[in-house]
C-alpha cells in the first residue's frame, strides 16, 4: 500500500491540443486566394478527431472547398502543428492542474509523457506555467518528451515507460490514446490506468474492458479527496 512521502510515479496525458487545429485552418484560409466565409465560425468543438476533411465540414465549408483546400492545408498543418509556437495554444483538460498538484502533494512523483517531440518543450513549459501545472525539475516533476521524428508513438511510448519504471512504482497512468493506456494497464498491473476520453488517433484499438474511462479530471473519482485515495489503494 503507498503512503503520502514513498516514493509513486503518476505518468499523465493532461493537455489538449485541439485549438492548435482551428488556429492553423483559419490562418491557411485566411491567407487563400480563395477566403472563405467559414473561417469566422467557432471552430474548436468542430474538431472531433485528427481528421481534417471532417472538421472543415463541420465548420460548414462545402464539399468542393473540402477537396480543394484539403492537399495544400494538410501541407500547411505538418509544418506548424508540431512547434512551439503552436503549442502554445493548449488549453489544459478541465480539472488536469487541479488534479496534478494534488497528486504531487500527496507525495508521488509526477511524469508527464507525451509523443510531442522535444523541440516543442518551450512551448509545453509556458502552458505549464500559465495554467499552474507543477513544474518539471528532474527530481519531483518529469517532462518526458519524443527525442524525434524517427520514432512512431507506440516505439516512443515503450522506451517512456522504461524511464518511468526507473522513478518508482507506477501508482496511477492516464493517456487519451486506447493503445497506450492499454500498455499501461499491462505493464503496471499493480497501477490504476484511465483511459481519458478525448480525442485520439483513428487506429482500430477499443479500450481494454476493466480500463475505466473519464472525459476529463473533474470526474468524481478523481476528485482533490480521491487523489490520495486511489494512489493509497495501489
Same mark, same amino acid.
Given at each position: 500500500?503507498?503512503?503520502?512521502?514513498?516514493?509513486?510515479?503518476?505518468?499523465?496525458?493532461?493537455?489538449?491540443?485541439?485549438?492548435?487545429?482551428?488556429?492553423?485552418?483559419?490562418?491557411?484560409?485566411?491567407?487563400?486566394?480563395?477566403?472563405?466565409?467559414?473561417?469566422?465560425?467557432? =471552430?474548436?468543438?468542430?474538431?472531433? @478527431? =485528427?481528421?481534417?476533411?471532417?472538421?472543415?465540414?463541420?465548420? @460548414?465549408?462545402?464539399?468542393?472547398?473540402?477537396?480543394?483546400?484539403? $492537399?495544400? #492545408?494538410?501541407?500547411?498543418?505538418?509544418?506548424? +502543428? +508540431?512547434?512551439?509556437?503552436?503549442?502554445?495554444?493548449?488549453?489544459?483538460?478541465?480539472?488536469?492542474?487541479?488534479?496534478?498538484?494534488?497528486?504531487?502533494?500527496? @507525495?508521488?512523483?509526477?511524469?508527464?509523457?507525451?509523443?510531442?517531440?522535444?523541440?516543442?518543450?518551450?512551448?509545453?513549459?509556458?502552458? +505549464?506555467?500559465?495554467?499552474? #501545472?507543477?513544474?518539471?525539475?528532474?527530481?519531483?516533476?518529469?517532462?518526458?518528451?519524443?527525442? @524525434?521524428?524517427?520514432?512512431?508513438?507506440?516505439? =516512443?511510448? !515503450?522506451?517512456?515507460r522504461e524511464e518511468v519504471d526507473a522513478l518508482g512504482p507506477v501508482v496511477l497512468a492516464f493517456d487519451n490514446e486506447p493503445a497506450h493506456v492499454n500498455a499501461y494497464a499491462r505493464?503496471?498491473?499493480?497501477?490504476?490506468?484511465?483511459?481519458?476520453?478525448?480525442?485520439?488517433?483513428?487506429?482500430?484499438?477499443?479500450?481494454?474492458? =476493466?480500463?475505466?474511462?473519464?472525459?476529463?479530471?473533474?470526474?468524481?473519482?478523481?476528485?482533490?479527496?480521491?487523489?490520495?485515495? $486511489? !494512489?493509497?489503494?495501489?
Amino acid at each position: 500500500r503507498w503512503r503520502k512521502g514513498r516514493s509513486a510515479t503518476c505518468p499523465l496525458t493532461t493537455h489538449r491540443s485541439r485549438w492548435r487545429r482551428p488556429s492553423s485552418t483559419r490562418r491557411f484560409l485566411r491567407n487563400s486566394a480563395r477566403p472563405c466565409p467559414a473561417t469566422s465560425r467557432r =471552430w474548436p468543438e468542430h474538431w472531433r @478527431g =485528427w481528421d481534417l476533411r471532417a472538421g472543415l465540414l463541420a465548420a @460548414g465549408l462545402p464539399a468542393r472547398e473540402v477537396r480543394r483546400h484539403h $492537399a495544400p #492545408f494538410r501541407r500547411f498543418w505538418a509544418e506548424r +502543428f +508540431f512547434t512551439s509556437a503552436y503549442c502554445r495554444l493548449d488549453v489544459p483538460i478541465p480539472g488536469a492542474a487541479v488534479f496534478v498538484r494534488a497528486v504531487a502533494a500527496a @507525495g508521488a512523483r509526477v511524469a508527464y509523457v507525451t509523443g510531442r517531440p522535444a523541440w516543442m518543450e518551450d512551448g509545453t513549459l509556458e502552458v +505549464f506555467r500559465r495554467h499552474a #501545472f507543477v513544474l518539471p525539475d528532474g527530481v519531483r516533476a518529469h517532462l518526458l518528451m519524443k527525442p @524525434g521524428d524517427a520514432l512512431s508513438d507506440e516505439a =516512443w511510448k !515503450a522506451l517512456a515507460r522504461e524511464e518511468v519504471d526507473a522513478l518508482g512504482p507506477v501508482v496511477l497512468a492516464f493517456d487519451n490514446e486506447p493503445a497506450h493506456v492499454n500498455a499501461y494497464a499491462r505493464a503496471w498491473p499493480g497501477a490504476l490506468a484511465v483511459h481519458l476520453d478525448t480525442d485520439h488517433s483513428p487506429l482500430p484499438v477499443e479500450v481494454l474492458p =476493466w480500463i475505466p474511462s473519464v472525459a476529463d479530471f473533474r470526474a468524481p473519482e478523481l476528485s482533490l479527496e480521491a487523489a490520495e485515495e $486511489a !494512489a493509497g489503494a495501489r
